[in-house]
């Protein structure tokens, strides 16, 4: 049982098609193993990277601020494969903390740290129609565009997108 404010341990060991345990991942945006864990209302979201052990599993050590159930998303690839995602339950004994209503958001900008960054959709968001997502970083005092981005984890910029139900996963980077 994961209770909340205590170490967790999380582990995980991937096996290929006969079972047997598949040591060596690709390093992809600097780690083998990347995992989001995710509150069912979408109000958390957590991005922590499982490390290698010894005997091929991956583990990390995670301490749950609320309880309640999580979905995990552990997103991986196996040397000569394509991107894995996998996805699991969890529940986190312990309190609860007060469920956020998911709301359609009409502003396509936000400002953090002095930092605005606006979305610009080529097209109209509809689902399953294909489009460009453009996004324009500048200060927010002087306007003047970001020229400075620093990459973290190989990319300047990481996009997830989970749907409502959390049946749907990307995770995409600009261009």
Avoid: C, W
Avoid at 49 to 68: C, I, L, M, R, W
Avoid at 141 to 168: N, R
Wanted: hydrophobic share 40%; glycine share 6%; proline share 6%.
């Amino acid at each position: 049982t994961i209770q909340v404010g205590q170490s967790a341990t999380l582990a995980f060991t991937v096996k290929d098609k006969q079972g047997g345990v598949v040591k060596d991942l690709q390093i992809v945006h600097e780690k083998p193993m990347h995992l989001l864990v995710v509150s069912r209302d979408l109000a958390e979201f957590y991005h922590i990277h499982p490390e290698p052990q010894a005997d091929g599993s991956y583990k990390v050590p995670f301490t749950f601020p609320n309880g309640g159930n999580l979905k995990l998303y552990a997103d991986f690839t196996p040397q000569d494969s394509p991107q894995v995602v996998e996805n699991y339950n969890l529940k986190v004994s312990g309190n609860e903390r007060a469920k956020v209503e998911l709301k359609a958001d009409e502003k396509m900008g936000k400002t953090v740290d002095g930092i605005k960054v606006i979305m610009k959709p080529d097209a109209e968001l509809v689902a399953g129609k294909e489009l460009m997502l453009n996004f324009t970083v500048f200060d927010e005092k002087t306007i003047k565009p970001v020229t400075d981005l620093e990459k973290y984890l190989g990319e300047y910029a990481h996009f997830v997108i989970i749907s409502q139900d959390l049946k749907q996963f990307v995770h995409a980077h600009p261009m």
